[in-house]
């Protein structure tokens, strides 16, 4: 019935017991009367008290006694001849008292536990059942002996099932009369209650097809009625009046009727007494009056005839009998599998009254359907019995409250009875539980009472019609709990009474139970195990009642169910605390523990257990997340029941703790649940964390094994004893916890993040308190190993178990997401802690080995060389680690998560670059290569090879260098230099513009320009760099040989890039000299179409004219500069010049507008510093600026300048806009309140003051350009009316990015201008005194060219005021038109 392999795994295993009696004469092995020499007798264990007690002997002793059989040759059960009954025995002990039977500590296997029971395989098996595992074979446990019973085709077996030892006292019986036929029906077999001059059972055994019948008196003295032929067949007989082909169903025992009862395949039952009147071994049988089956032979009553009787109200499916009060009777109750009752009252010696036979089928099948909607849609055809039992009677007031089922009947002629019905369809199979009472003259409309029905929604497997034993229902005192057991399955049923509430008095009133307690227990799918036999223990103590007899041998606080199970053994399914089922809070099935159950003895291989199979307990996909979740938050910190503080093997401990992480993923899977992506990811950092918590175990020994002996402590000791208390589960000294290190692997691995981080922090505080370099530099080294080994570990862990968590298409790069964060928490591998001091330790390793790589000796350098080649790995665990961190505050949706993802992101491209670059201080070249390929820092890589083959070189340098020497640097240069030319290949440009980046910024132009490896990018690289067009213009005339493109970026550089004016004329002239010899090339031209040849001329056009504006406007500039800045300037101290310029030149503005004289310095501070100005600056400094007397005849009219500006440099509005604002500045130059007060001036006096105002030069420098004809701009003359209202709302483009404070600055000095114009204009005649001014100036321009045509002479001026200005104006119209 059970594997040959024995239990060496049993949780309390004890010895038996080895005290011996004297020696007696060895029986003869057969029958015959041959005389043989006496040999040293057997010494058998007789069966006490004491038997399932534990010995007084230490746990550590294992030996036992042989209990093996005797001589008894082991076979298959079969059919074989009957040979001469042997016996198992075993060595025997003196008995004990009654009461010290059966103590704890029994040395049974924990297979599964809940909150509600606990399932145990018990130690004692016989070793033939052990070795027997796949016969046919059923039996039966009885609490009241202590016994067990097994039965084959041709032996039984008995063993008491719940002693200690794992070989118990067994006995096995080969049957005399043995089954024909393998496919007979097994024997049938019960034990006899002891009689009073035996402390042990009897043994009946009947042949179902045959009618024998076997009875041993006592198991104790079977071996001697073994060898005694006369009393052997006083004790066996056969059952009289059996129809052919009738076999014998069930036995069971008649309790105080001191019989049995059997049940045929007819219909028909019989009562079978082993004993006789006087109390001696007899078998006699006597058929029960029933209309269940004929009752007389012949041809109406054969087999035939019984069958088709029997046909409607369908096969028994069970008898029981219950105890009466009265001396020598009991009750037998009988069911059909179709409904049918019948009940009788049986005497001692077979004496029987036929008490009730109702058929009960419409009324249990209408409280069925009534009750339960899912009984009530199916067939009614299908309607079954399995089976039934007596609901204890004698229970106290307090118990019977606490179940569902009605009142006991206070008198025996009503029996209270549960069935185990089913109903059933091709996909469903329903099981309920229902209460009926059965009564003597009950009408046939109302033949039963039906009390509470119960369905099972736990279990609706189908049962097997193979199975070597039907279902079978237990209801143990105190009726609060049921058993139901099946071929696979035993289910464990709660019909406890709810607290009080009007929901459960609803259901109360509907015969219905409130969602209550179940589970079940499920055995492995494997064809050798099967549930064969079952029994129950119930407690006897004060309160649940006591029935009649003997004390039984197991004594149980809480109901029990007992399980033979073939291929496993005798397991014990024990209720934990039967009470608290009818509490406020009774027990519950949780997904977390049906998990639990899975994940703590799923692990265990061989489990007779299984946990997968879910029958109608299924949880929603939530709910088995979120227990999952909290089951792996305690495997990580040991806080289950499962888990102990102390581990002598840390490791092994570990390990453990990952297997059952393991297993809640592949039970997961195995109940096909869909967690969601979250409590994927969050299982799978769970399960990192404990497997780096092993990594880091494992370091800690290997450090511990190469530090000195004085100095034990190492890195991972000092971070456990420096994280602060708040961070940590502090250990209990009271409780033993001692050692804070392994306490801390045990409870709080699920705070790895903050381990991890600490290490830097040990060193930085050891560095503070002088630690003496050696024991740095270890702490330094093994603080780089965990850095290196926990988080590189943890990405290659989480890399390789994608699958296991359901995450096989999530994709990563480098151990991390490579995207798909959004709604996921940040991975603890990237906590900002980790890429703190993970970034920390990096600077100091680096810096350390840098210090002490060359100069230590011995040891310490050693380690100062394992630091150094750890570099590379934590230089990339730190970049991984931050490209997480980034990734993952990115996908938030906190916006302050964002900004630090931002920073992180912008830390993880600046440290890519520096972090890889920083390898190269300590040579570690190759690595430094292959982490910027890996995190694409093509700048890091380029830098990277620049400075090893520069290191290279500077080897090649050194003086006194062996050719062997020599040679090999120079093959290793050449193979760099090979390399760099092959990732110009691979990378293209992303390569080669970080090399010439360095190699400009490190080498200078020379290096850059005489690079000869590479021709294609370097021209691409210096052509996309707006900055070195300096430097590109050069590359593509010596390097490309290309001019035209010279040209273009000398002109794009002049015009767009140039800031000073100076390098910016020169620029623009090298650009147009080159442009005009490129255009004059006849190569160039003959290559182009003439239409191409139209287009090319037209462009280059419009770019000589581009440059001749730009030219014009710096020309404007170098007048303003060369004439009147350059001679003050010359004059000032050093460092003076600004103020002194500032003081010279300045407008008077009001205080209250010093924004204007802001303005005006910062040009004026811009000229002085060589810039070449913008158009609109230019213009503002020209239009605001005073030039002294002196020098103003020096440059043309600064209105006139600022005018040509604006049509040089601007275009559309913003030149329009530009012009306004220069005429409103010039019409506010002068005081026109007095030039409209001409009272007691004359003529000339007014025409003499006009002449003297900038205006009237104004006028006169536009007029004059205008009639000579040197420059082809048509400029406006704008009226003080068309001038106003310019930049009062809106300024020009420079102020557009500025402060709103200094833009509203700006504009009120703007509307300060406007209203003083308006002023003018409203209060004194500006717009008449302008065209006044315009008209004298225009005549006085004509007057001067005739006078300079009659004269043919040097021009004079028409008015002493302003000849010397209208003079200078032709001298600025004839040279001042772009021809510098």
Same mark, same amino acid.
């Given at each position: 019935?059970?594997?040959?392999?024995?239990?060496?795994?049993?949780?309390?295993?004890?010895?038996?017991?080895?005290?011996?009696?004297?020696?007696?004469?060895?029986?003869?092995?057969?029958?015959?009367?041959?005389?043989?020499?006496?040999?040293?007798?057997?010494?058998?264990?007789?069966?006490?008290?004491?038997?399932?007690?534990?010995? /007084?002997?230490?746990?550590?002793?294992?030996?036992?006694?042989?209990?093996?059989?005797?001589?008894?040759?082991?076979?298959?059960?079969?059919?074989?001849?009957?040979?001469?009954?042997?016996?198992?025995?075993?060595?025997? =002990?003196?008995?004990?008292?009654?009461?010290?039977?059966?103590?704890?500590?029994?040395?049974?296997?924990?297979?599964?536990?809940? *909150?509600?029971?606990?399932?145990?395989?018990?130690?004692?098996?016989?070793?033939?059942?052990?070795?027997?595992?796949?016969?046919?074979?059923?039996?039966?446990?009885?609490?009241?002996?202590?016994?067990?019973?097994?039965?084959?085709?041709?032996?039984?077996?008995?063993?008491?099932?719940?002693?200690?030892?794992?070989?118990?006292?067994?006995?096995?019986?080969?049957?005399?009369?043995?089954?024909?036929?393998?496919?007979?029906?097994?024997?049938?077999?019960?034990?006899?209650?002891?009689?009073?001059?035996?402390?042990?059972?009897?043994?009946?055994?009947?042949?179902?097809?045959?009618?024998?019948?076997?009875?041993?008196?006592?198991?104790?003295?079977?071996?001697?009625?073994?060898?005694?032929?006369?009393?052997?067949?006083?004790?066996?007989?056969?059952?009289?009046?059996?129809?052919?082909?009738?076999?014998?169903?069930?036995?069971?025992?008649?309790?105080?009727?001191?019989?049995?009862?059997?049940?045929?395949?007819?219909?028909?039952?019989?009562?079978?007494?082993?004993?006789?009147?006087?109390?001696?071994?007899?078998?006699?049988?006597?058929?029960?009056?029933?209309?269940?089956?004929?009752?007389?032979?012949?041809?109406?009553?054969?087999?035939?005839?019984?069958?088709?009787?029997?046909?409607?109200?369908?096969?028994?499916?069970?008898?029981?009998?219950?105890?009466?009060?009265?001396?020598?009777?009991?009750?037998?109750?009988?069911?059909?599998?179709?409904?049918?009752?019948?009940?009788?009252?049986?005497?001692?010696?077979?004496?029987?009254?036929?008490?009730?036979?109702?058929?009960?089928?419409?009324?249990?099948?209408?409280?069925?359907?009534?009750?339960?909607?899912?009984?009530?849609?199916?067939?009614?055809? /299908?309607?079954?019995?399995? !089976?039934?039992?007596?609901?204890?009677?004698?229970?106290?007031?307090?118990?019977?409250?606490?179940?569902?089922?009605?009142? =006991?009947?206070?008198?025996?002629?009503?029996?209270?009875?549960?069935?185990?019905?089913?109903?059933?369809?091709?996909?469903?199979?329903?099981?309920?539980?229902?209460?009926?009472?059965?009564?003597?003259?009950? =009408? /046939?409309?109302?033949?039963?009472?039906?009390?509470?029905?119960?369905?099972?929604?736990?279990?609706?497997?189908?049962?097997?019609?193979?199975?070597?034993?039907?279902?079978?229902?237990?209801?143990?005192?105190?009726?609060?709990?049921?058993?139901?057991?099946?071929?696979?399955?035993?289910?464990?049923?709660? *019909?406890?009474?709810?607290?009080?509430?009007?929901?459960?008095?609803?259901?109360?009133?509907?015969?219905?139970?409130?969602?209550?307690?179940?589970?079940?227990?499920?055995?492995?799918?494997?064809?050798?195990?099967?549930?064969?036999?079952?029994?129950?223990?119930?407690?006897?103590?004060?309160?649940?009642?006591?029935?009649?007899?003997?004390?039984?041998?197991?004594?149980?606080?809480?109901?029990?169910?007992?399980?033979?199970?073939?291929?496993?053994?005798?397991?014990?399914?024990?209720?934990?605390?039967?009470?608290?089922?009818?509490?406020?809070?009774?027990?519950?099935?949780?997904?977390?523990?049906?998990?639990?159950?899975?994940?703590?003895?799923?692990?265990?291989?061989?489990?007779?257990?299984?946990?997968?199979?879910?029958?109608?307990?299924?949880?929603?996909?939530?709910?088995?997340?979120?227990?999952?979740?909290?089951?792996?938050?305690?495997?990580?910190?040991?806080?289950?029941?499962?888990?102990?503080?102390?581990?002598?093997?840390?490791?092994?401990?570990?390990?453990?703790?990952?297997?059952?992480?393991?297993?809640?993923?592949?039970?997961?899977?195995?109940?096909?649940?869909?967690?969601?992506?979250?409590?994927?990811?969050?299982?799978?950092?769970?399960?990192?964390?404990?497997?780096?918590?092993?990594?880091?175990?494992?370091?800690?020994?290997?450090?511990?094994?190469?530090?000195?002996?004085?100095?034990?402590?190492?890195?991972?000791?000092?971070?456990?004893?420096?994280?602060?208390?708040?961070?940590? /589960? @502090?250990?209990?000294?009271?409780?033993?916890?001692?050692?804070?290190?392994?306490?801390?692997?045990?409870?709080?691995?699920?705070?790895?993040?903050?381990?991890?981080?600490?290490?830097?922090?040990?060193?930085?505080?050891?560095?503070?308190?002088?630690?003496?370099?050696?024991?740095?530099?270890?702490?330094?080294?093994?603080?780089?190993?965990?850095?290196?080994?926990?988080?590189?570990?943890?990405?290659?862990?989480?890399?390789?178990?994608?699958?296991?968590?359901?995450?096989?298409?999530?994709?990563?790069?480098?151990?991390?997401?490579?995207?798909?964060?959004?709604?996921?928490?940040?991975?603890?591998?990237?906590?900002?802690?980790?890429?703190?001091?993970?970034?920390?330790?990096?600077?100091?390793?680096?810096?350390?080995?840098?210090?002490?790589?060359?100069?230590?000796?011995?040891?310490?350098?050693?380690?100062?060389?394992?630091?150094?080649?750890?570099?590379?790995?934590?230089?990339?665990?730190?970049?991984?680690?931050?490209?997480?961190?980034?990734?993952?505050?990115?996908?938030?949706?906190?916006?302050?998560?964002?900004?630090?993802?931002?920073?992180?992101?912008?830390?993880?491209?600046?440290?890519?670059?520096?972090?890889?670059?920083?390898?190269?201080?300590?040579?570690?070249?190759?690595?430094?290569?292959?982490?910027?390929?890996?995190?694409?820092?093509?700048?890091?890589?380029?830098?990277?090879?620049?400075?090893?083959?520069?290191?290279?070189?500077?080897?090649?340098?050194?003086?006194?260098?062996?050719?062997?020497?020599?040679?090999?640097?120079?093959?290793?240069?050449?193979?760099?230099?090979?390399?760099?030319?092959?990732?110009?290949?691979?990378?293209?440009?992303?390569?080669?513009?970080?090399?010439?980046?360095?190699?400009?910024?490190?080498?200078?132009?020379?290096?850059?320009?005489?690079?000869?490896?590479?021709?294609?990018?370097?021209?691409?690289?210096?052509?996309?760099?707006?900055?070195?067009?300096?430097?590109?213009?050069?590359?593509?005339?010596?390097?490309?040989?290309?001019?035209?493109?010279?040209?273009?970026?000398?002109?794009?550089?002049?015009?767009?890039?140039?800031?000073?004016?100076?390098?910016?004329?020169?620029?623009?002239?090298?650009?147009?000299?080159?442009?005009?010899?490129?255009?004059?090339?006849?190569?160039?031209?003959?290559?182009?179409?003439?239409?191409?040849?139209?287009?090319?001329?037209?462009?280059?056009?419009?770019?000589?004219?581009?440059?001749?504006? @730009?030219?014009?406007?710096?020309?404007?500039?170098?007048? $303003?500069?060369?004439?009147?800045?350059?001679?003050?300037?010359?004059?000032?101290?050093?460092?003076?010049?600004?103020? $002194?310029?500032?003081?010279?030149?300045?407008?008077?503005?009001?205080?209250?507008?010093?924004?204007?004289?802001?303005?005006?310095?910062?040009?004026?501070?811009?000229?002085?510093?060589?810039?070449?100005? !913008?158009?609109?600056?230019?213009?503002?400094?020209?239009?605001? *600026?005073?030039?002294?007397?002196?020098?103003?005849?020096?440059?043309?009219?600064?209105?006139?300048?600022?005018?040509?500006?604006?049509?040089?440099? $601007?275009?559309?509005?913003?030149?329009?806009?530009?012009?306004?604002?220069?005429?409103?500045?010039?019409?506010?130059?002068?005081?026109?309140?007095?030039?409209?007060?001409?009272?007691?001036?004359?003529?000339?006096?007014?025409?003499? *003051?006009?002449?003297?105002?900038?205006?009237?030069?104004?006028?006169?420098?536009?007029?004059?350009?205008?009639?000579?004809?040197? !420059?082809?701009?048509?400029?406006?003359?704008?009226?003080?009316?068309?001038?106003?209202?310019?930049?009062?709302?809106?300024?020009?483009?420079?102020?557009?990015?500025?402060?709103?404070?200094?833009?509203?600055?700006?504009?009120?000095?703007?509307?300060?201008?406007?209203?003083?114009?308006?002023?003018?204009? @409203?209060?004194?005649?500006? @717009?008449?005194?302008?065209?006044?001014?315009?008209?004298?100036?225009?005549?006085?321009?004509?007057?001067?060219?005739?006078?300079?045509?009659?004269?043919?002479?040097?021009?004079?001026?028409?008015?002493?005021?302003?000849?010397?200005?209208?003079?200078?104006?032709?001298?600025?119209?004839?040279?001042?038109?772009?021809?510098?």
């Amino acid at each position: 019935m059970f594997s040959a392999t024995l239990n060496n795994g049993a949780e309390n295993v004890s010895p038996a017991p080895m005290t011996t009696r004297g020696r007696r004469r060895q029986r003869p092995l057969s029958s015959d009367n041959s005389v043989q020499q006496p040999k040293a007798k057997r010494q058998r264990l007789p069966l006490n008290d004491q038997t399932f007690a534990n010995p /007084s002997v230490p746990s550590e002793t294992y030996e036992v006694k042989s209990t093996k059989t005797s001589m008894v040759e082991l076979k298959q059960d079969g059919i074989e001849e009957a040979p001469v009954p042997k016996q198992e025995l075993s060595f025997r =002990s003196k008995k004990a008292r009654p009461s010290d039977r059966f103590s704890k500590g029994d040395g049974s296997t924990l297979l599964s536990t809940n *909150i509600a029971f606990d399932v145990r395989k018990l130690p004692a098996l016989p070793d033939r059942l052990k070795l027997d595992a796949t016969s046919r074979q059923h039996g039966s446990a009885d609490s009241s002996t202590g016994y067990a019973l097994s039965l084959s085709h041709t032996h039984a077996l008995v063993w008491p099932y719940a002693a200690h030892t794992q070989s118990p006292e067994s006995f096995t019986f080969t049957l005399p009369y043995p089954s024909k036929h393998s496919t007979d029906p097994l024997p049938l077999g019960a034990l006899v209650p002891s009689s009073a001059a035996s402390t042990e059972p009897g043994l009946v055994i009947v042949m179902p097809t045959s009618g024998k019948v076997t009875y041993w008196e006592s198991i104790a003295s079977a071996t001697t009625l073994d060898f005694m032929q006369q009393q052997r067949n006083g004790i066996e007989g056969s059952v009289t009046g059996m129809f052919s082909g009738e076999t014998v169903t069930q036995i069971i025992h008649a309790e105080s009727a001191a019989g049995f009862i059997l049940a045929f395949s007819s219909g028909r039952m019989a009562y079978l007494s082993v004993r006789d009147t006087h109390g001696r071994p007899k078998i006699s049988t006597q058929f029960l009056r029933t209309s269940l089956g004929p009752a007389s032979s012949g041809f109406f009553g054969s087999i035939r005839h019984a069958l088709s009787h029997a046909a409607n109200q369908g096969d028994i499916a069970a008898v029981r009998s219950e105890r009466s009060s009265k001396q020598g009777e009991c009750t037998v109750v009988a069911v059909t599998s179709k409904g049918r009752l019948h009940s009788w009252r049986v005497h001692r010696g077979g004496h029987h009254d036929l008490l009730t036979e109702v058929d009960a089928r419409n009324a249990i099948l209408g409280a069925l359907q009534q009750s339960d909607r899912i009984n009530a849609n199916l067939p009614s055809e /299908s309607f079954n019995i399995l !089976d039934f039992c007596f609901v204890p009677r004698g229970l106290d007031k307090r118990h019977s409250e606490m179940n569902q089922l009605l009142p =006991s009947p206070e008198l025996e002629d009503r029996q209270h009875l549960l069935l185990l019905t089913s109903l059933s369809n091709k996909q469903t199979w329903r099981y309920t539980l229902v209460e009926v009472v059965l009564s003597i003259g009950m =009408s /046939s409309e109302n033949p039963v009472d039906i009390g509470m029905v119960r369905p099972i929604s736990a279990y609706s497997t189908k049962p097997d019609a193979h199975a070597l034993a039907k279902p079978r229902l237990y209801l143990p005192r105190p009726n609060i709990i049921a058993f139901l057991v099946f071929d696979h399955a035993a289910v464990v049923a709660s *019909i406890a009474r709810t607290p009080d509430s009007p929901d459960s008095q609803i259901l109360e009133d509907n015969h219905l139970l409130p969602a209550s307690f179940e589970d079940v227990v499920d055995l492995r799918a494997d064809p050798t195990l099967e549930i064969v036999g079952s029994g129950i223990e119930e407690p006897n103590s004060q309160g649940f009642g006591a029935g009649e007899g003997k004390t039984p041998r197991i004594r149980t606080k809480n109901p029990a169910l007992i399980l033979l199970v073939r291929g496993a053994g005798t397991l014990r399914v024990a209720i934990t605390d039967v009470e608290r089922f009818a509490s406020e809070k009774p027990p519950e099935v949780t997904a977390k523990t049906k998990l639990e159950q899975a994940v703590f003895f799923g692990v265990k291989e061989d489990n007779p257990l299984v946990f997968d199979v879910q029958h109608g307990l299924r949880f929603s996909d939530a709910e088995y997340g979120a227990a999952a979740l909290e089951l792996s938050q305690e495997i990580l910190t040991s806080t289950g029941k499962q888990f102990s503080s102390l581990a002598a093997r840390v490791d092994t401990n570990i390990k453990e703790r990952i297997q059952y992480l393991e297993k809640i993923m592949s039970q997961m899977k195995s109940l096909r649940v869909n967690l969601d992506r979250v409590t994927k990811w969050r299982l799978l950092w769970n399960a990192e964390k404990l497997h780096v918590a092993n990594v880091i175990w494992r370091k800690h020994e290997d450090f511990t094994h190469i530090r000195p002996l004085a100095s034990k402590k190492s890195i991972v000791a000092e971070i456990v004893e420096f994280i602060r208390s708040e961070e940590k /589960s @502090e250990p209990n000294p009271a409780k033993g916890e001692v050692d804070e290190l392994r306490h801390w692997f045990i409870r709080d691995v699920d705070r790895m993040e903050i381990f991890i981080a600490w290490a830097y922090e040990v060193i930085k505080h050891n560095s503070r308190a002088n630690l003496d370099q050696a024991s740095l530099t270890r702490l330094i080294f093994e603080a780089a190993e965990i850095y290196n080994s926990a988080i590189r570990d943890a990405f290659t862990f989480r890399t390789k178990n994608l699958d296991l968590y359901g995450l096989s298409n999530e994709r990563l790069e480098h151990g991390i997401l490579a995207n798909g964060y959004t709604g996921l928490p940040a991975p603890w591998t990237c906590h900002p802690f980790i890429a703190n001091n993970v970034k920390r330790q990096v600077e100091l390793s680096t810096e350390w080995v840098k210090q002490h790589w060359a100069a230590e000796t011995g040891e310490k350098n050693e380690l100062i060389k394992r630091t150094r080649e750890l570099l590379p790995q934590m230089t990339e665990v730190y970049l991984t680690v931050v490209q997480e961190l980034s990734r993952s505050c990115l996908a938030s949706e906190d916006p302050k998560m964002v900004e630090d993802g931002e920073k992180y992101e912008k830390i993880y491209k600046q440290d890519r670059h520096d972090k890889v670059v920083l390898l190269a201080q300590t040579e570690n070249w190759e690595a430094g290569i292959t982490i910027a390929e890996n995190h694409e820092s093509l700048p890091a890589l380029a830098e990277i090879l620049t400075r090893e083959i520069d290191g290279i070189r500077h080897q090649l340098e050194t003086p006194g260098l062996s050719p062997e020497k020599v040679e090999r640097l120079e093959s290793k240069m050449t193979a760099k230099e090979e390399q760099v030319r092959e990732y110009f290949g691979t990378y293209g440009k992303d390569f080669a513009f970080p090399f010439y980046e360095y190699l400009f910024t490190t080498y200078g132009v020379d290096a850059l320009l005489e690079y000869e490896g590479d021709k294609k990018y370097k021209t691409m690289y210096l052509r996309t760099k707006p900055e070195l067009a300096k430097v590109s213009w050069i590359n593509d005339i010596i390097g490309e040989e290309d001019i035209e493109h010279a040209a273009e970026t000398l002109v794009d550089l002049g015009l767009a890039r140039e800031q000073q004016v100076w390098n910016k004329k020169i620029e623009l002239s090298l650009g147009k000299l080159a442009r005009m010899a490129e255009s004059s090339r006849p190569s160039s031209k003959a290559s182009m179409s003439i239409q191409d040849a139209s287009v090319n001329e037209t462009n280059e056009d419009a770019q000589v004219d581009a440059i001749d504006r @730009e030219l014009a406007i710096i020309g404007v500039q170098d007048d $303003l500069y060369n004439t009147q800045i350059r001679p003050v300037i010359s004059v000032a101290l050093e460092g003076e010049e600004l103020s $002194l310029v500032q003081e010279t030149f300045a407008l008077k503005i009001p205080k209250k507008y010093k924004i204007l004289s802001q303005i005006f310095d910062d040009a004026l501070r811009r000229l002085l510093n060589h810039e070449a100005l !913008d158009p609109l600056t230019l213009i503002d400094l020209l239009t605001l *600026i005073t030039l002294p007397p002196e020098t103003k005849e020096h440059m043309p009219d600064q209105f006139f300048s600022a005018l040509r500006v604006a049509y040089n440099g $601007l275009k559309g509005a913003e030149r329009v806009q530009a012009e306004r604002l220069i005429w409103r500045r010039c019409f506010l130059r002068e005081d026109w309140t007095q030039l409209n007060n001409t009272t007691l001036k004359n003529d000339n006096d007014i025409v003499e *003051i006009l002449g003297q105002t900038d205006l009237f030069q104004f006028y006169c420098t536009l007029y004059a350009n205008q009639q000579s004809g040197g !420059d082809k701009n048509e400029y406006r003359r704008l009226s003080p009316s068309e001038a106003a209202g310019v930049y009062t709302e809106h300024l020009d483009r420079r102020f557009e990015n500025m402060e709103k404070s200094y833009r509203e600055k700006v504009l009120e000095a703007m509307r300060w201008e406007d209203t003083n114009l308006l002023k003018h204009i @409203e209060k004194h005649r500006l @717009e008449q005194w302008a065209k006044e001014t315009r008209k004298y100036a225009e005549e006085a321009v004509d007057q001067q060219y005739d006078e300079t045509t009659a004269a043919g002479a040097a021009l004079s001026s028409p008015r002493s005021g302003s000849a010397r200005k209208q003079s200078k104006a032709f001298e600025g119209m004839n040279g001042q038109n772009g021809t510098h």
